[in-house]
């Protein structure tokens, strides 16, 4: 069966424009290689709930020794804006972005390790127990393809998302839960010029909330922000509305809920001050997970990035991946490292000597697992 080594896999990835909710065209494409060593290729209903013009890809191939645990593989295959008329180079080692784009190594430097393992897997023939490929969709505007995911098609014992930074051998074993705040103040639209008494602003209340609690980094284990500001009608205009969308991050529940209270008090304390009103509405984006260095999946990522001469290192995250999901949905999941750096930026680049390490980091860990 005709194959393609790694590098070249990922330069056909990174020709596809796939912005969050455009990832048809390159979910096919990653489908079709599946397919032709024998996974069982389905897409899930999560398009109707996230606006993708595709499900998540979930791709399945059955075990060849069922006494060996199943393991879920994943990555996600849209990346952040811009990469229409991407421009890939490859300069010795390093892959990067000559045009005006961001690279898209996040996360195609996770999906082409997987597709080249899995091809490398069958035509080897190595034991394996049931292998499963997930590639969502949708994962930088919130994971949102991974939320709403089909539980009932993910039928792994461990989950294995690569999209960590380097080192390899490094290994993500907790990030933190996500809640979004809408925050939107009511005052009172009144004449700038001829009667401001008369008006309440909106915008003066919340940036006085705003400057009552701290923001950024809370402690090691806590964050939030203060990302989008939209509100006022004109310069004349005494504002009536402003809305604001914040977030709060902790790996500590508590903490989290302590700042979602912080945020709140302080945007009903300052609004009635002036005499204005709030309503307030929380998201869980994504839950926590926290995975001790002696769970399953931990120990047989860290077995096999030792087998490799990769020095494991255990990290706890601040951000969060499709792994929050999957753990969420009772499947312990691991995120690894791959060669992706200075992602969702214009500088963006990745190395072919990492890809090569993640392909053989795959292999290792299926093999680990007898």
Not at 65 to 86: K, R, W, Y
Not at 284 to 305: K, M
């Amino acid at each position: 069966m005709p194959t393609k080594d790694v590098l070249s896999t990922l330069l056909d990835l990174l020709s596809y424009n796939s912005p969050s909710r455009s990832e048809h065209d390159v979910s096919l494409y990653c489908a079709e290689r599946l397919r032709n060593i024998g996974f069982d290729v389905r897409w899930d209903g999560s398009n109707s709930a996230t606006g993708s013009n595709v499900g998540n890809l979930i791709a399945t191939l059955p075990a060849t020794d069922t006494s060996l645990p199943g393991l879920l593989f994943a990555a996600h295959l849209d990346t952040v804006e811009p990469t229409p008329g991407i421009n890939v180079v490859v300069d010795g080692d390093v892959i990067s972005a000559t045009s005006d784009t961001i690279l898209g190594g996040d996360d195609k430097c996770g999906a082409a390790p997987i597709i080249c393992a899995m091809e490398e897997i069958v035509t080897k023939n190595i034991p394996h127990g049931q292998l499963q490929v997930v590639f969502t969709t949708c994962e930088e505007i919130g994971l949102v393809g991974a939320a709403n995911i089909d539980q009932t098609m993910l039928t792994s014992q461990y989950g294995f998302v690569l999209d960590g930074g380097p080192p390899l051998g490094s290994i993500v074993t907790a990030a933190p839960a996500s809640e979004c705040l809408e925050i939107t103040v009511h005052g009172k639209a009144a004449h700038a010029g001829a009667e401001p008494e008369k008006g309440i602003n909106a915008i003066v209340a919340a940036a006085k909330a705003i400057a009552s609690f701290p923001v950024g980094r809370i402690d090691a284990e806590t964050t939030n922000n203060v990302g989008v500001i939209t509100g006022g009608q004109a310069r004349n205009v005494v504002p009536d509305t402003v809305t604001i969308i914040a977030e709060a991050r902790s790996r500590n529940q508590t903490k989290l809920e302590e700042q979602l209270s912080t945020i709140k008090t302080a945007f009903e304390v300052e609004a009635a001050k002036m005499g204005a009103t709030v309503t307030i509405r929380t998201t869980n984006s994504y839950p926590a997970y926290h995975l001790t260095n002696d769970f399953p999946v931990i120990s047989l990522a860290a077995q096999a990035a030792s087998t490799l001469g990769f020095p494991p290192q255990f990290r706890e995250s601040g951000g969060g991946t499709d792994a929050n999901h999957f753990n969420g949905f009772g499947i312990p999941t691991a995120v690894l490292a791959t060669g992706m750096q200075l992602i969702h930026t214009h500088d963006e680049f990745c190395t072919v000597s990492a890809l090569h390490g993640n392909v053989a980091w795959i292999i290792e860990i299926v093999k680990s697992a007898r």
